[in-house]
């Protein structure tokens, strides 16, 4: 079993983000505009000097790990997966050595289970990018131990709500939750002008929702591909990069969302939102 730290409790309880993760490893490269990505950074850079202290552990739900099951990496030095394609030489030799936490992941896999939720640890799976470059950023250390959670394949929003409202107590152990995503992801359409206005009527949709109360909150983000302009921003079939976000709120509980960042990344609004 895995135990709190002490001195947790549920009045000082970590919030739980949902954050861009950039284009591949964007932030550590080259780019053309060649401040395209620095307003994202920067807040990444930033971010965690919102909490109210430094977290025990990371819960990383990234939109780059897909299972027909939930499962949990369980490995004490998890090994990265440079899983981005034709990027420069050096993008494949960064490094962010920070430990996994097995004891972590198997109180998840315990809780979960008693929750009737189907998963199961992974010992041999690496941090994929949509992990360690957000990471880089934000906690550049690499000290803090970080568990990885997968999203499941189903792309079922409920699904991943309820997943969040199983990890929720994590929270009152010190532990932050991260949604590493995107809150518009059509590879299409970055570039494209005509998808400004496009993600802006998508992002003012979803930023209400965010800001709802917690019932109808849930409610719209588990018909989130109701919304307007939903599957111009997050295609059908390829939505994984906002699932990260109803994890974290569900993780929330009752506490209120905000947007946090806003910013037009290549064409499209793309924002991040902070639970707590």
């Known amino acids: 079993m895995f135990n709190a730290p002490a001195g947790a409790n549920a009045n000082a309880r970590m919030p739980t983000w949902f954050i861009p993760h950039g284009g591949g490893p964007c932030f550590f490269m080259d780019w053309n505009p060649p401040d395209e990505w620095n307003r994202m950074a920067n807040f990444l850079k930033n971010v965690a000097a919102t909490l109210p202290r430094l977290p025990k552990a990371i819960v990383m739900v990234s939109a780059h790990w897909l299972k027909p099951h939930v499962a949990v990496t369980s490995g004490a030095q998890p090994q990265l ?8 030489a050096h993008t494949y030799e960064l490094t962010y050595p920070a430990p996994g936490a097995p004891a972590l992941a198997q109180h998840i896999v315990n809780t979960l289970t008693s929750k009737g939720i189907a998963s199961e640890s992974d010992v041999h799976r690496g941090f994929d990018h949509g992990m360690f470059i957000p990471l880089k950023l934000i906690f550049p250390q690499a000290n803090i131990p970080v568990v990885q959670i997968s999203l499941h394949n189903s792309l079922d929003p409920e699904q991943h709500l309820e997943l969040g409202r199983a990890l929720e107590t994590l929270r009152d152990q010190d532990i932050l939750i991260i949604g590493s995503g995107m809150s518009f992801h059509n590879m299409r359409a970055y570039g494209n002008p005509q998808f400004g206005p496009v993600s802006d009527t998508f992002d003012d ?12 909150r849930h409610r719209l983000l588990a018909n989130w591909a109701q919304a307007p302009n939903a599957r111009q921003c997050h295609p059908p079939h390829a939505e994984e990069h906002l699932l990260p976000l109803m994890v974290v709120a569900g993780a929330a509980g009752a506490d209120a969302g905000r947007k946090v960042f806003s910013d037009r990344v290549m064409e ?3 924002s991040g939102f902070c639970f707590g």
Do not use: C, M, R, S
Not at 81 to 88: L, N, Q, R, S
Not at 205 to 216: D, G, S
């Open 268 to 270: 499209t609004t793309i």
């Open 205 to 216: 949709w979803l930023t209400k929702a965010v800001e709802a109360n917690a019932q109808e």
């Open 81 to 88: 997966i440079y899983d981005y394609h034709g990027f420069p």
